[in-house]
């Protein structure tokens, strides 16, 4: 059974920095691209950010373009997202994502081409 744990999140003041982790199981993480989506209170789950699965190639979404950075670690089967210079805006629950397909050429950017989801983790920032 794959499982995706997401940690790191919290409550911060605008303009500071969080770091997000997922570590994933029962599965060959490293053969799937993976990314990072929010959903905002009465809002609808959005891309943030994604990463194929050699690492090579990222995507962000233009309102975290420049502030967040995907990265990942396929020894550990692990994907991470650096938050910096955060926004009240940005307070979600942020969402660990796996791609339907392995070895896809190009990084998740839609909740149709996940395939398993982890169990989210709060990040709020406070003006």
């Known amino acids: 059974q794959v499982h995706l744990v997401e940690s790191g999140g919290g409550l911060v003041q605008a303009g500071g920095s969080l770091r997000l982790s997922c570590a994933a199981s029962?599965?060959?993480?490293?053969?799937?691209?993976m990314g990072w989506f929010r959903q905002a209170p009465g809002k609808e789950r959005e891309f943030v950010a994604g990463?194929?699965?050699?690492?090579?190639?990222?995507k962000y979404s233009d309102s975290v373009k420049g502030r967040f950075t995907i990265s990942r670690d396929n020894a550990k089967n692990a994907v991470y997202l650096q938050m910096n210079s955060l926004k009240p805006e940005d307070t979600a629950v942020y969402y660990c994502?796996?791609?339907?397909?392995?070895?896809?050429?190009?990084?998740?950017?839609?909740?149709?081409?996940?395939?398993?989801w982890g169990q989210g983790t709060q990040v709020t920032i406070s003006s």
């Open positions: 994502a796996v791609d339907q397909v392995a070895y896809r050429g190009q990084s998740i950017d839609s909740a149709r081409n996940v395939g398993y």
């Open positions: 029962g599965l060959a993480a490293s053969t799937y691209g």
């Open positions: 990463i194929t699965w050699i690492g090579r190639t990222t």
